[in-house]
Every structure is written in C-alpha cells, then in structure tokens.
C-alpha cells in the first residue's frame, strides 16, 4: 500500500520560508521511473504543479516559481521535503505531495497525500 | 491561464453521459505527451483517474473512459451518478517556457 503525508506549518508570515515535508511509504524512490512532485490548490483554484524530483536526484521546478523552490529527497528516510522562499499571502493553498509514476511520454502522479492547508498571513 | 483548455463546467441527469474536453498545442498533447485525467472531491485527495490517456487504474469503474486524438483529449463519463459530482482535471507534460506538468483548470461535473 502506497501511502504520502505532507508535514509543516499551517500560518506563515510574508516573507518567511515555507519547508514542507513528504513522508512517503509503500515505494522506493530510488526505484528507475519514480518520482515525487509537490503540487498546490488555492482556494476556489485550479491544481497547480511546482516542483518534481526523480529517483536519480533530476528535479524539475516550474519556470514561475523556480527562483522560489527547492526540492529536496532523503532516500533513506522515505521523505522529500519542498522549501519555498519569500511567501506571499497569494501562496495560501493546500499543498499536495504525489508518487509520480515517469517514463518518456507518459507522466502522471499515481498516489496522492491527502494535503496541508497553509496559510500566509502576517 | 492554463496550458490545457477545459471547459468550466458540465452537468448531466443521473444515467446520462457527460464528455469533458481538454484543449492543448503541439507542445504537449500534440508533441505526443498523454493525458492524464484526475478527479477531486472537495477536501479529500485528487484521484488519478485516467492514466496514458485510455487507462483505468485498478478500482476505477468501467463508466470513466478517456481518449486523444491530435492536440485534444476528452474523458468521458457514462451512467452518471450523484458521486461522480467533482472537478476534473487533465493533465500532460509540456516542453515550452509553461512548464513541464500541466494541468488543465479543472472542469466542474454537477449532476442534475
């Protein structure tokens, strides 16, 4: 059973740094064709991806927000953890964490944690 | 604005069926990236819904289908049921200065 949990603040100030933690189990992330990605919903908004590393350490960012994130992965500890830097109150959203399953045409996100609603507000 | 088009909302008596568009370029569904399709109750987890563009992971009944054909794909829901009211949303891979996973804005099911 494949399972994901994001860690981390609930409330954060503009401008502070936002580290958020996937906790994962059921899958190695080491494992060729696997990944993890970190995606966002805004209230009332559309899902948003942000960033995606892949087992062989290969991370990508989206182009919007890549001066912003780091995405980093501890293989051992079964995590993947997301910092944001500079958070704006338009960064409120529920942050999701998701098992990526990747291969040259086809990539999706298979297992989905069931995400943490953070809120930026001074 | 998304990379992907879908349309805002759809809506269908119980037992009809609904299809829902997804719209996007030669830098993604046209380039030949599937599509993926998920659906999202309110507070709960997006569900991988469709997967490769015409494939149901185990547990997905048989009323959701997908397909593509050219810069477009479609998912489509038969035997609408009251459960099945949620948003939807695709989603592929891009090669532009977009982004490299897109999803679509999400489409509104209501069952009448």
């Known amino acids: 059973q494949i399972t994901l949990k994001e860690s981390g603040p609930t409330l954060v100030k503009p401008t502070q740094t936002l580290t958020l933690t996937c906790t994962f189990s059921g899958f190695a992330l080491s494992t060729r064709g696997v990944g993890v990605g970190w995606i966002r919903q805004p209230p009332g908004k559309a899902l948003e991806w942000l960033a995606l590393i892949y087992w062989d350490d290969d991370k990508r960012y989206s182009p919007s927000l890549k001066s912003r994130l780091t995405i980093t992965k501890d293989t051992s500890k079964n995590q993947v953890v997301l910092t944001m830097t500079n958070m704006d109150p338009v960064d409120t959203s529920t942050y999701y964490c998701a098992q990526a399953s990747l291969s040259s045409w086809s990539q999706y996100f298979h297992h989905w944690g069931q995400g943490t609603l953070v809120t930026v507000s001074s | 604005q998304s990379v992907l088009t879908q349309p805002p909302s759809v809506s269908g008596a119980p037992g009809q069926r609904v299809t829902i568009s997804c719209t996007g370029s030669?830098?993604?569904?046209?380039?030949?990236?599937?599509v993926h399709w998920y659906q999202h109750l309110p507070g709960t987890a997006p569900k991988l819904l469709i997967y490769g563009n015409t494939n149901r992971p185990s547990g997905v009944p048989d009323r959701f289908s997908g397909s593509k054909s050219g810069t477009s794909a479609s998912l489509a829901i038969t035997g609408l049921q009251a459960e099945d009211e949620a948003d939807y949303y695709c989603q592929s891979y891009d090669t532009s200065l977009s982004g490299f996973y897109v999803f679509g804005a999400g489409t509104k099911v209501a069952v009448l």
């Open positions: 030669s830098s993604n569904i046209g380039a030949g990236y599937d």
